[in-house]
């Protein structure tokens, strides 16, 4: 680059920054103004309102004055926010105004206009942008072309022209540190640069370097489902984030970040990305797992079985009574065809076979299942089953204030009479005297009205006092007794649920007359013993969570959310047809955004989101489908990707990002004493040559518990332990589950066990894979025996070995 070019662009900067520096010094005493004077209007609100509701005309008056004060406060503090909003922005940009140039000629204009791209807008006079926020159209250029003929879609349709120029800036407090004149879309110097630095505790923002694929998916804003398969460390929880930001920036008239939910796959990633939207001056979406939703919803009726409980059994019970099963039973629970023969299921339930508990009061039926069952099969067949049950509700509450009425001459109410407390009695004596007011008012106007109109009146008009006393607190006691069954009766208790989802599983031939299922697992008898068995102990298979809340459902009418305006599932290979079905139906509104990588599929339940007949696609039909592949992948150094994609059937589609590191190394010593020794000892290298965050990855939680305690034993002191109760993701050295590794990545890596024994059947071959990817510059695996096949099976150029042999 030029002398001449980086002079005048470091001219440029300082010039942008003095004028920023300006508006910044400029807007602060607006900003702490405004700050006062809403603070000044809450302090003296009521002041400024004089409550007086002694006629209408007051009250009315009242009433307005505080409706005006209100919007008035509002108001302010919208201004403050909007304000406040610009200010920080401009901070923000201060130190690094802008990342990217491109100079632009409209086609039909005689010059070409410099745009300067950053994370916001910085507008002069209202009219000139001295940088454009990276969302607006005109910076999708940027990211998608190359210099020569370009073009941009704007609101009104699209601009064409060219591209003259395309450069790159690293800035730092106000220095140019680099620049680069690109002529690909976005270089890979800056990349190269990006991707060399260690890992964080946090997730960072690419906005600098977003790739023309990744574009695609920030800005999709066709289709009603996006679906994302990408490669390990391709960028699609970064791209997620950022389409966020730019969903928000877009319709930020409409969208609020709180109408846009994240499905994460634990709760340590939240944490993880939780800094990249307030780095883009934006709100946090909302951000969920399923299980939080499901624990949510099934909590205080059935304990729900966790997905890590059901995945740490899948890893660690083989051989033992029933596992077979269990497995055909989460394969074939998550599946399509048991989704339709629940649908079924409902058909039949329409007819025949509801199950209903009992109203019981003190120790009797007050309305027997029976009753119930006959109402509803009274009700007319073709009504959906939710119809009629919300008839029946309707009809439980009718009788039930029949039966509270008759209740209230019961004997046992005439006990409960004589051991009132005096609280009680005083309340129902203040009723009483608030009636016998109103009663005197009467009187006095039926006396007055037998006086002139000269006749007697009918009536004896004597207010019983102790008869209505007692009247009251009879009826007050069976009310507060009734209160809870009214309660339940409006929660659909009478519907017996549990009953309802284990009567799918008692045998066989039950199964096929009520579902209409064709094929069904081999091990069917099993299963169902084991399902009715955990229904029984009130527990739920993690499998059968969905399934029995789609039931519930079904009958008792769906929950939705229609304020939820985008739907975002990260790690969506892990989510079943059945776990997608509800989500639709609990966002009507929304639309869905789902990334995964079918290669990280390590769930029994997977789906393959880009498949020719994934259910995914099904969700929302084709038309309204766009589905993209990313197959770059940017985590991971070149060795590593090579390393990883060879132990996938697929895997030489993956493309590695061109950056150099070592090969990955492999150490094999027979003794589980001695290889920890050497583990320790590779560790401390590792962070002597200044990798900050270092995972020691295992297969399951048991296994990282006895890892964490022989590698202290040896000298590792300060090694955390991360289990699925860690809210909070830090650096340093860790010991974790692959599964709770999922989506987070460390600057190097050390499986710690990665034998045959351990990585041998080919369901562990992408819990290998998953562990192996989560490594930025180094990789390291260990074995005391046969090294697993899917890393026997690799080429040998593409590691290293070091092993007993070879050091003695
Ligand atoms: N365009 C980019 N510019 C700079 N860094 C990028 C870019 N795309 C991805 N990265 C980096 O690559 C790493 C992996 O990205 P990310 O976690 O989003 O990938 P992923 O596809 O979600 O991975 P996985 O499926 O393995 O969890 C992150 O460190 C991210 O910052």
């Given at each position: ?15 942008v ?28 609100f009521w ?50 105004p ?34 454009y ?63 060399g ?11 600098a ?68 939207l ?8 909302q ?82 299942a ?6 509803f ?31 209230r ?51 004896e ?9 007692e ?19 409006k ?38 013993k ?92 084709e ?120 989506g ?38 260990y ?5 697993s ?20």
């Open positions: 680059m030029e002398t001449k070019d980086w002079r005048l662009e470091q001219e440029r900067l300082e010039w920054r003095e004028k920023l520096q300006a508006r910044i010094t400029e807007l602060e005493p607006e900003v702490e103004g405004m700050q006062d004077q809403a603070t000044e209007i809450r302090k003296h002041e400024e309102v004089t409550i007086n509701t002694s006629t209408h005309e007051d009250f009315e008056e009242t009433f307005y004055t505080i409706n005006q004060q209100s919007a008035v406060l509002a108001e302010r503090e919208r201004g403050h926010k909007r304000l406040t909003q610009q200010w920080n922005n401009m901070k923000r940009l201060l130190p690094s802008y990342f990217g140039r491109i100079d632009f000629q409209e086609k039909g204009l005689k010059f070409s206009e410099q745009i300067y791209i950053g994370v916001s807008s910085f507008v002069e006079d209202g009219l000139s942008f001295l940088i926020d990276w969302r607006t159209p005109i910076a999708s250029m940027y990211y998608d072309s190359s210099p020569g003929v370009a073009s941009y879609v704007t609101p009104i349709g699209p601009i064409d022209g060219t591209m003259d120029l395309k450069r790159q800036f690293q800035i730092h407090n106000g220095q140019i540190r680099n620049m680069f004149d690109a002529s690909e879309t976005i270089g890979d110097d800056l990349l190269q640069q990006v991707l630095k260690g890992a964080d505790s946090q997730m960072k923002s690419i906005v370097t977003i790739q023309r694929e990744q574009n695609a998916i920030i800005r999709n804003d066709k289709s009603r489902m996006l679906i994302v398969q990408g490669a390990a460390g391709s960028g699609k929880t970064s791209a997620a984030l950022q389409r966020v930001a730019y969903l928000l920036y877009k319709h930020r008239q409409t969208i609020s970040a709180d109408q846009i939910v994240l499905f994460s796959p634990n709760p340590m990633f939240a944490s993880y990305i939780s800094t990249v307030p780095e883009l001056g934006e709100e946090n979406m951000q969920t797992t399923f299980q939080e939703y499901l624990d949510y919803w099934l909590g205080s009726s059935l304990r729900p079985e966790g997905a890590f409980d059901q995945i740490e059994y899948v890893l660690t019970e083989h051989g033992a009574p029933g596992y077979e099963a269990r497995l055909q039973g989460i394969e074939y629970k998550a599946s399509d065809a048991f989704l339709q023969a629940l649908q079924n299921y409902g058909n039949w339930l329409g007819q025949e076979g509801m199950r209903f508990n009992s109203i019981r009061f003190r120790n009797r039926d007050l309305i027997t029976e009753q119930m069952r006959a109402k099969y009274g009700y007319d067949h073709s009504l959906p089953l939710q119809n009629r049950i919300v008839l029946l509700q309707d009809w439980l509450l009718n009788e039930l204030s029949t039966l509270e009425r008759m209740e001459e019961a004997p046992w109410v005439q006990e409960e009479l004589n051991y009132l407390d005096t609280e009680q009695y005083e309340e129902v004596f203040g009723m009483l005297h608030k009636d016998r007011e109103v009663f005197d008012v009467a009187e006095q106007y039926a006396t007055v009205r037998e006086k002139m109109t000269n006749k007697r009146r009918q009536d008009g004597d207010f019983d006092f102790g008869q209505k006393e009247e009251l607190l009879r009826r007050k006691i069976v009310k507060e007794r009734f209160s809870p069954l009214r309660k339940s009766i929660k659909f208790s009478f519907v017996d649920i549990k009953g309802i989802y284990g009567e799918l599983f008692v045998d066989e031939a039950a199964y096929r007359e009520k579902t209409n299922a064709v094929v069904i697992p081999s091990l069917w008898t099993e299963i169902c084991q399902t009715r068995e955990s229904l029984l102990r009130n527990e739920l298979f993690h499998e059968d969570a969905t399934p029995y809340l789609y039931v519930k459902e079904m009958i008792e009418g769906v929950r939705t959310n229609t304020e939820i305006k985008y739907v975002f599932v990260d790690e969506g290979q892990d989510y079943s047809s059945f776990q997608y079905e509800y989500l639709k139906k609990l966002f009507p509104r929304a639309r869905m955004t789902v990334l995964g990588d079918f290669g990280q599929a390590i769930f029994t339940q997977a789906t393959n989101l880009a498949a020719a007949d994934s259910p995914l696609v099904r969700l929302f039909g038309a309204e489908t766009s589905l993209i592949s990313l197959v770059r992948s940017y985590r991971s150094t070149r060795e590593i990707v090579e390393f990883t994609r060879a132990m996938l059937p697929d895997g030489d589609e993956i493309v590695p990002f061109e950056r150099k590191g070592q090969k990955p190394l492999l150490t094999r010593i027979n003794d589980r004493e001695k290889l920890n020794v050497q583990m320790v000892a590779n560790i401390a290298a590792l962070r002597a040559e200044g990798f900050d965050s270092i995972a020691i990855i295992t297969k399951t939680a048991a296994e990282s518990q006895k890892a964490h305690e022989s590698l202290r034993i040896q000298g590792g002191e300060d090694l955390q332990l991360i289990t699925k109760e860690t809210f909070n993701f830090e650096k340093g050295v860790m010991v974790i589950p692959v599964y709770l590794a999922k987070v990545e460390f600057d190097a890596v050390l499986i710690y066990d990665a034998s045959s024994g351990m990585y041998g059947l080919d369901n562990e071959r992408k819990l290998l894979y998953t562990a192996c990817t989560r490594a930025m510059h180094r990789l390291h695996l074995t005391t025996g046969d090294w096949p899917f890393v026997q099976a690799l080429p040998v150029n593409l590691y290293e070995e070091w092993n007993s042999y070879t050091s003695e």
